[in-house]
């Protein structure tokens, strides 16, 4: 059974740190390319970041780029997304999602099949 479960979220203040993981189960994460995905109360489903199943190559939205670093370690079936510098703007239900390339995560992510529950980031003094 394919399976992407999300941990690590929780309530920061600005200016700290959190590190997301995302779990797999069922298939072999070295076929597939991961993203994170972001969705705030009111607001359109977000594409954060995606780590290609090949060399992994990284891609970021502008939003997070230079806070936000995501990895992956294929051995422990793990794509981890470290979220630093946090902002308000940050808070939201974070998803991590697979698809076989990261071509359209920043677009809506239809190419992503399976998707995790999510965890909830807020970041609030």
């Known amino acids: 059974q394919v399976q992407l479960v999300e941990s690590g979220g929780g309530l920061v203040q600005p200016g700290g740190s959190l590190k997301l993981s995302c779990t797999t189960s069922?298939?072999?994460?070295?076929?597939?390319?991961i993203g994170w995905f972001r969705q705030a109360p009111e607001k359109e489903r977000e594409g954060v970041s995606c780590?290609?199943?090949?060399?992994?190559?990284?891609y970021y939205a502008d939003s997070v780029k230079g806070r936000f670093t995501i990895s992956r370690d294929n051995a422990k079936n793990t794509v981890y997304l470290q979220m630093n510098s946090l902002k308000p703007e940050d808070t939201a239900v974070y998803y991590c999602?697979?698809?076989?390339?990261?071509?359209?995560?920043?677009?809506?992510?239809?190419?992503?099949?399976?998707w995790g529950q999510g965890t909830q980031v807020t970041v609030s003094s």
């Open positions: 999602a697979r698809a076989y390339v990261c071509s359209d995560y920043a677009t809506g992510g239809n190419k992503f099949n399976r």
């Open positions: 069922g298939f072999s994460l070295d076929y597939y390319a």
């Open positions: 780590i290609s199943r090949s060399f992994s190559s990284t």
